[in-house]
C-alpha cells in the first residue's frame, strides 16, 4: 500500500546540525499532512513536527525545538524534510516519519495514517 523511508540520521557534535528526508510511496493518491516523531531511550514517542500538505502547508513544532528545527515539504516528491541545527544531546533519539494519506487500495480510496521504521540520530561528543 504505502511505505515510508527516512534518511539522514547519524552521529553529529552538540550544535551540528542534520537535515532528516521522509519520502512516501506506493499508491499515495494524496497526502494530508507529514510529521516527525521521536521516541528517547526511556521516553515515550513524541511529536517533533508536522506540516499540512493538502492546504497552505501549515506548520506545527514542539515547544523545545522551536527556533532550532524547520520542517518542510516537497508535494511533488512525496516528500518532507526536517532540517535540525544547533542540535543537543537532548534531541538524541529514534526518528520516525509519520503520514497521513489517501490511498489506491483494490480501486477504492483509503484514508490511511502510516509509519516509517525510524532513523537514529545521536548527539554527542
Known amino acids: 500500500q504505502v511505505q515510508l523511508l527516512e534518511s539522514g540520521g547519524g552521529l553529529v557534535q552538540p550544535g551540528g546540525s542534520l537535515r532528516l528526508s521522509c519520502t512516501a510511496s506506493g499508491t499515495v493518491a494524496s497526502i494530508n499532512a507529514m510529521g516527525w516523531y521521536r521516541q528517547a531511550p526511556g521516553k515515550q514517542r513524541e511529536l517533533v513536527a508536522r506540516i499540512e500538505f493538502t492546504r497552505g502547508g501549515s506548520t506545527e513544532y514542539a515547544d523545545s525545538v522551536k527556533g532550532r528545527f524547520t520542517i518542510s515539504r516537497d508535494n511533488a516528491k512525496n516528500t518532507m524534510y526536517l532540517q535540525m541545527n544547533s542540535l543537543k544531546p537532548e534531541d538524541t533519539a529514534v526518528y520516525y516519519c509519520?503520514?497521513?494519506?489517501?490511498?489506491?487500495?483494490?480501486?477504492?480510496?483509503?484514508?490511511?495514517?502510516?509509519w516509517g521504521q525510524g532513523t537514529l540520530v545521536t548527539v554527542s561528543s
Open positions: 509519520n503520514a497521513a494519506v489517501v490511498a489506491v487500495v483494490a480501486s477504492a480510496y483509503k484514508y490511511l495514517e502510516v
